[in-house]
């Protein structure tokens, strides 16, 4: 018929709608594109060319599709919502907000619409304007199972955390296979320390993102000590959640100055744990030889650590607005060789940046305690103890080994030279002081057993905590109850003014006590900072030989037990021993200022021989190896 009536507007629709639904996406495009010229007003044609671009994967000829419908009717509701999402996953979050509140005026019975709003609003941490978006989205249709799901994170991001178990369980209700809903519920569950979510967990470790739907790796690291299983989650969460086709490797970049040019990209750049380990790094770069740009991608963050993050660098870019294009852009124009990953798979990372290769080497480096399982990483960084030879087939990339330990730290920290009493902390001023400063999530049941059994087994001791949410205390005031502990011996600590007070509080604890799946990371090289020895159970993940690691740059490899029965024994005899107690701390008091771990200057020379040798390879032609830092 087309030859008899090529000018045909409807025959050129037809056919282009009928190889859109038969899956021949490029004729689809072709056929509306061809309908709009002949027609350019009709709205329809350019929002179902919008759909098939999205489709495609090529956002920005998405984009120019729905613009263009709206520029013809300006009321198409679902112009304007699709419009929201494709400017969503660009990460114009502004925009995004726009469309989709346009799209919820011109109709508010439109339950996607209101649902696409909430997620662009809690990206934004507008948490309490997400929540409205999705009530309003299930309230429209009771069903909807992904409006359920985000208002759990909605309602989670509230603080209000029986209310999002509940949404995510309503999810469950509705699709029982729902993978994301389940491990942001057992997530949850573990971050209010309601041990039952183990027993669950129990039920899917071999299946939960690994046979069927995608799950955010992170979400599980607490659950599980099977390097094979976070791999596998990883390379799944990756293969599904990033494609990298449109975007071309960056060409090959000779420096005039023959520097190398490193970008470190982090959320974290500010108050946060990342920065207190990164900043000594940062500063002791050689800028003979490396040129440090540092690109902030996360929450607006201010003050001090903001403030030394940036000094510490050459060039420091805030390109949270960017969208990753933008982005992208941006940092290929800064001619970098190397691009480190500080988020991993954590909170606010832009891993999609990386998919589409920022630098010629990329790193996945000490925000995420894990492989990446993903083609665009090409190295992680570890010491030979953090991956062992026995574990080294369970990560994706290659491996910078470094001597002596993967973990930078800045060792001109201040400890605050105040005088305190452990009155002052709630401590009671006889008796051991088991400090067990973690994130909720990394307290399981099987750490606290112990340590509730050494309560029982030493009289006077107490148990000190990090402040945390109010259902996590009370739920472990609970299971200390039922352990027959008074609750009144776990104590909790309060924020403190400035980082040296944090630090200097150390003192008053007697032993660090690791957790077992998810060790302490900055929190346990604080504690050794301060003075206070670690006592660790090693594991097999990444997460669960970081304690090791450490202890083993501080020359005190007598802290790391291989079983629970041997890490429970030696805190015990090491607290009915003030004598060898003593004399740890005077070894470590000894070492601390000489050892590998706090030994600033020195990790940023190895750290440099680890980029050089992986810069050197990619400009030989060389693929990415193994490299060892001897």
């Known amino acids: 018929m087309l030859l008899r009536y090529p000018d045909s507007f409807a025959l050129w629709n037809i056919l282009a709608v009928a190889n859109w639904r038969s899956g021949q996406l490029d004729r689809a495009v072709g056929g509306f594109e061809k309908a709009s010229r002949l027609v350019p007003d009709d709205p329809e044609v350019h929002y179902n060319l919008g759909v098939v671009r999205e489709a495609q994967g090529d956002a920005d000829a998405a984009v120019r599709a729905y613009r263009k419908a709206i520029s013809v009717r300006p009321d198409h509701a679902r112009a304007l919502n699709n419009l929201g999402v494709v400017l969503f996953g660009q990460n114009d979050l502004e925009e995004a907000a726009r469309a989709q509140q346009r799209a919820v005026v011109i109709e508010p019975d439109y339950a996607e619409a209101h649902n696409n709003l909430g997620v662009t609003l809690l990206a934004q941490g507008r948490s309490q304007a997400a929540l409205c978006a999705f009530s309003q989205a299930v309230a429209l249709w009771p069903r909807y199972l992904e409006a359920h799901y985000n208002r759990g994170l909605a309602l989670e991001a509230c603080g209000r955390f029986d209310d999002a178990v509940a949404a995510y369980e309503r999810a469950l209700e509705l699709h029982p296979d729902h993978a994301p809903a389940l491990s942001q519920k057992l997530y949850l569950q573990a971050r209010i320390c309601d041990f039952s ?16 739907g995608r799950i955010a790796p992170f979400t599980v690291l607490w659950a599980q000590d099977d390097p094979a299983r976070q791999m596998a989650r990883a390379h799944v969460w990756s293969r599904q959640s990033f494609d990298a086709r449109s975007a071309p490797a960056p060409a090959r970049h000779i420096s005039g100055d023959g520097k190398i040019r490193v970008g470190y990209f982090s959320s974290d750049f500010g108050d946060h744990a990342v920065s207190c380990l990164v900043s000594g790094l940062l500063r002791e770069h050689d800028r003979r030889h490396f040129e440090i740009h540092a690109y902030g991608i996360g929450p607006a963050r201010s003050g001090p650590m903001l403030e030394r993050i940036q000094g510490a660098v050459d060039h420091f870019a805030d390109i949270r607005t960017l969208s990753d294009a933008g982005a992208v852009e941006l940092a290929r124009s800064h001619g970098l060789d190397i691009a480190i990953d500080l988020n991993g798979y954590t909170r606010h990372a832009r891993t999609g940046l990386f998919a589409r290769r920022l630098a010629p080497v990329q790193i996945n480096y000490l925000g995420y305690p894990g492989t990446m399982g993903a083609d665009f990483m090409d190295y992680i960084v570890a010491d030979r103890v953090l991956i062992p030879s026995s ?178 024994e030696l805190i015990l005899d090491l607290c009915r021993s003030p004598d060898k107690l003593a004399a740890l701390k005077r070894k470590l008091d000894d070492n601390r200022h000489a050892c590998a771990l706090f030994d600033t200057a020195n990790h940023a020379r190895v750290f440099e021989t680890g980029l050089r040798a992986a810069h050197e390879l990619f400009v030989r032609g060389s693929q990415a190896q193994d490299i060892d830092v001897a």
């Open 197 to 212: 979510a183990a027993d669950e967990f129990s039920k899917v470790r071999d299946t939960l993102g690994i046979s069927g």
């Open 391 to 568: 574990e080294r087939a369970f990560y994706s990339e290659k491996v910078i080994y470094l001597a002596h330990t993967f973990q930078p730290n800045d060792n001109r920290r201040p400890v605050s030279k105040g005088e305190t009493a452990r009155s002052d902390f709630g401590l009671p001023q006889d008796g051991p002081v088991l400090c067990c400063f973690h994130n909720s999530h990394k307290i399981g049941r099987r750490e606290f057993d112990t340590w509730m059994r050494l309560l029982c087994r030493l009289e006077g001791s107490v148990a000190w905590f990090s402040r945390m949410n109010a259902p996590a205390v009370e739920n472990l005031r609970k299971q200390a109850s039922a352990r027959n502990v008074d609750p009144d011996r776990l104590i909790f600590a309060d924020h403190m003014p400035s980082y040296a007070d944090y630090l200097a509080r150390f003192r008053h604890a007697d032993l660090f006590l690791d957790a077992f799946a998810y060790n302490a990371c900055t929190t346990a090289s604080d504690a050794l900072w301060a003075g206070i020895p670690v006592v660790t159970k090693a594991g097999r993940t990444y997460a669960a030989r970081v304690g090791a690691s450490l202890l083993a740059a501080v020359d005190l490899p007598e802290l790391v037990t291989e079983t629970q029965n041997d890490y429970e």
